[in-house]
């Protein structure tokens, strides 16, 4: 079956997770661009399931036709109405380049059809390009009440070379839209919180879980704990034994006042998760040795109030790289051989836009550790991983980025 997946904000970091989530294949990768990806599976997805889990996709849909001339009547095919009681709604997001110049004259002519077959329609537009998440799931475009088409093309210079024959249209329909009621509630509801040391976003938490490879059998820690976004979001993704440090009393207070709204949130009875409140560097005192399978942490990313001058920042980097080294070094005693280790580097931004990034060699040196390219075999110049062979996640206006470290051995 062939599968789309409407890509966030970050399409490297989105399509990295999708890889490996479903262990892509470059051979499975029909369309990729910055807004969306087209997969051949063999079998069929648990869509419902597989949007809670990416963090980084939009929507999920199904392809059903691939055209080289788009047409009414092939959009009209998609529309399978079940209940003709009141309006049927219907949507049409374009993911290609510019705006579909003909988007008004297929709404009308589907309109049309619907009419002949004696089914009342509203077209449901929206102010951006394409119709958003919220626009899909209030005008209930994802039920027996509606639809939202997806077209999809590669014409333009930016189009992705070998993924997709020139000038094709991908036409399919949405399955599922990303549970952003859901996440805010994750975000915002929960009774432990800590403004001013940050907030971890779960749906980046759920990323950074999604890029270890690994598995709900699998032993996670989490070092650096803070509010514990990282272990609420792996015990919603069905891990069974977690462990969770931090030097802060504070933050494990919050931390199990989150674990155990979750339970409640996630109607999660048997969750296995220890709690220790230790420095990192005692680490491997209290963990047993090459015992844990892999290590997701945002570490402290420095102070929230720092001047901006590049000397400040610089001091700061320095002291950043002397934790992070202590760190790298109790991980590598705590585990596996096969372990995997993804952690987010801070990025300070000097008051002229320039962006300071933590010295690999000072943090790695002594350890066997090595960054992971996990997106290596995919030759794509829509995937742009930094110079250092990580991903960047960050926007214009704030004063520290996210560098998400993939570590193993």
Not at 76 to 100: A, D, P, T
Not at 216 to 240: H, N, R, V, W
Not at 304 to 325: F, G, M, P
Not at 377 to 383: D, P, Y
């Amino acid at each position: 079956m062939k599968y789309f997946f409407i890509l966030g904000n970050n399409p490297t970091l989105s399509f990295a997770e999708i890889a490996s989530v479903l262990n892509l294949k470059p051979e499975q990768i029909l369309f990729l661009s910055e807004e969306s990806l087209i997969v051949d599976i063999e079998d069929s997805l648990e869509v419902e399931k597989l949007i809670r889990r990416l963090g980084g996709t939009i929507k999920i849909g199904e392809i059903k036709f691939q055209v080289s001339d788009l047409k009414y009547q092939k959009l009209v095919e998609l529309i399978e109405v079940k209940n003709s009681e009141g309006k049927f709604n219907f949507g049409i997001s374009y993911y290609g380049k510019n705006k579909l110049k003909n988007e008004k004259s297929l709404a009308m002519e589907i309109k049309r059809t619907l009419k002949e077959d004696d089914v009342s329609s509203r077209w449901v537009t929206s102010k951006e390009k394409t119709l958003s998440s919220v626009v899909v799931e209030q005008n209930k475009l994802i039920t027996d009440k509606g639809i939202e088409i997806v077209i999809m093309n590669n014409y333009g210079p930016s189009s992705p070379k070998g993924f997709a024959e020139a000038g094709q249209f991908y036409i399919g329909k949405t399955l599922v839209v990303q549970p952003f009621k859901e996440l805010s509630k994750r975000d915002y509801g929960r009774p432990g919180r800590d403004d001013k040391s940050g907030m971890l976003p779960p749906k980046l938490a759920q990323i950074m879980l999604n890029l270890t490879g690994g598995n709900s059998k699998d032993i996670l820690l989490d070092p650096f704990c803070g509010s514990g976004t990282i272990l609420t979001e792996a015990m919603l993704m069905s891990y069974e034994k977690l462990i969770g440090c931090d030097k802060s009393e504070k933050a494990i207070t919050d931390t199990k006042k989150n674990i155990e709204w979750t339970k409640e949130y996630g109607q999660l009875s048997d969750v296995n998760c220890q709690m220790f409140q230790i420095d990192v560097s005692s680490l491997s005192g209290k963990i047993k040795l090459s015992s844990v399978d892999a290590i997701v942490t945002e570490p402290y990313l420095g102070p929230s109030r720092i001047r901006r001058d590049r000397n400040s920042i610089e001091k700061v980097v320095k002291e950043l790289e002397q934790l992070y080294h202590q760190a790298i070094l109790q991980f590598e005693k705590v585990l596996k051989p096969s372990g995997r280790i993804v952690m987010i580097w801070p990025v300070l931004i000097v008051d002229n836009n320039e962006k300071i990034y933590l010295n690999t060699r000072n943090i790695l040196k002594g350890s066997s550790f090595q960054k992971i390219n996990s997106i290596e075999e995919f030759k794509n110049k829509t995937l742009q991983l930094t110079n250092r062979q990580t991903f960047l996640y960050g926007r214009e206006a704030q004063q520290v980025w996210r560098e998400i470290v993939v570590l193993g051995k």
